[in-house]
């Protein structure tokens, strides 16, 4: 006969649903920016920052047709008050910067040499990076200047690690972590938000929205094309700035780094600008009509919006020429400079790569 079915095990009594976590409160926000307000004289320095980056670009530009630069070569020119009225607001030696293979405005931004850059645009020797690195990775130790780097969103990462070094050590540095429109799609963007709103880095992502990634716009790639809004799952603030406009970038420089400064996690800035070239030196530009480009020089050009601000205060002519000449004079000394330096020695090849374990 068979032996009866064990008897099931009585089902547990179902237990009360554990009780969900706590909501996490509301995250505070930073204040609104104000538009900054700039002395005669500082509006001057912001003015012949952003000439010199527009004229020394414009000279990469020939040296490039002339085959004095290889490779690649990204100009920044429509983009000039972005790193001039962001960089103005760091302490150079204490914060830290990183950014994408856009990098000569930056760079210049930041009072490094334009004898320098232009040498190492070129190749040669005397450049930042011994010639080795070219237009996408200049590189400044001193200045704590971060790159230069070519991988698309490499640099948030990157950033976000040297945010962590910034806290790690207690030295009260930020980093200004900027990337484009395009970058801004990029997987490993987010992971960085994650970790860097979770143990509230000192880091400021800076979405620097040109408009295009190479020849596509923005609004035909992106689901969120208000990119400030891009850290909200992790309750990170955004704030959209006129990024032709270098007071109006100042003033959000400061509100953020402040924020930042004083522990309160990272903020994430959009500064919508525009680039006039091409995404790369060898771009055929069919993605967008030259009327496009004009209209935004015409009407929302940077240096321009400086120059007329300037007029408004008293700022003569003969001022502005001088100033002018002077720019010139030192994008002709640079890259006389550049041209006359030498090449690095063959022997170059084998220094500065890693070939030990570490
Ligand atoms: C991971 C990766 N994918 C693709 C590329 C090719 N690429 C170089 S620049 C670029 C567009 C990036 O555009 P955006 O982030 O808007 O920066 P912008 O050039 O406008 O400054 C692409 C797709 C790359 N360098 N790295
Ligand atoms: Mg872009």
Redesign the pocket.
């Known amino acids: 006969m068979a032996k009866p079915a064990a008897k099931r095990a009585a089902k547990p009594a179902s237990k009360p649903a554990a009780a969900a976590p706590p909501a996490q409160p509301n995250r505070e926000r930073p204040p609104e920016p104000k538009r900054y307000e700039a002395s005669k004289d500082e509006l001057l320095e912001f003015y012949r920052q952003m000439l010199l980056i527009r004229r020394f670009e414009e000279r990469a530009g020939q040296l490039y047709g002339l085959g004095l630069i290889g490779g690649f070569c990204?100009l920044y020119i429509g983009q000039e008050a972005v790193a001039v009225g962001l960089q103005s607001a760091l302490e150079v030696g204490k914060d830290s910067v990183i950014t994408?293979?856009?990098d000569h405005g930056h760079m210049l931004a930041y009072g490094i040499d334009p004898k320098v850059i232009m040498a190492e645009l070129t190749g040669r020797e005397a450049g930042i990076s011994k010639g080795k690195g070219g237009s996408m990775h200049m590189f400044s130790v001193e200045h704590r200047f971060y790159g230069g780097h070519?991988?698309?969103?490499?640099q948030v990462s990157l950033g976000t690690g040297l945010a962590f070094k910034h806290k790690y050590s207690g030295d009260g540095g930020v980093c200004m972590a900027y990337?484009?429109?395009?970058?801004?799609n990029?997987g490993q963007v987010y992971e960085s938000f994650n970790m860097a709103e979770l143990w509230k880095l000192p880091i400021i992502f800076v979405i620097?929205n040109?408009q295009?990634?190479?020849g596509t716009s923005v609004n035909r790639s992106s689901a969120e094309d208000q990119l400030y809004r891009r850290g909200e799952s992790f309750r990170i603030p955004g704030i959209q700035v006129d990024g032709m406009d270098v007071l109006a970038v100042r003033g959000a420089a400061e509100t953020a780094i402040e924020w930042v400064r004083s522990g309160k996690g990272p903020v994430l800035l959009e500064l919508k600008t525009y680039?006039y070239r091409g995404?790369s030196m060898s771009d055929p530009a069919k993605y967008r009509s030259r009327e496009e480009v004009q209209s935004v020089r015409e009407k929302s050009d940077p240096i321009d919006h400086a120059k007329r601000e300037l007029e408004a205060i008293g700022v003569g002519e003969d001022a502005l020429k001088a100033l002018d000449k002077q720019i010139r004079d030192i994008v002709v000394e640079a890259a006389d400079f550049a041209e006359q330096s030498p090449e690095p020695e063959a022997s170059e090849l084998y220094t500065d790569v890693l070939v030990e374990d570490y």
């Open positions: 990204h994408g293979y856009r070519g991988i698309v969103g490499a990337f484009g429109d395009g970058a801004a990029q620097e040109n295009y990634a190479m680039r995404h």
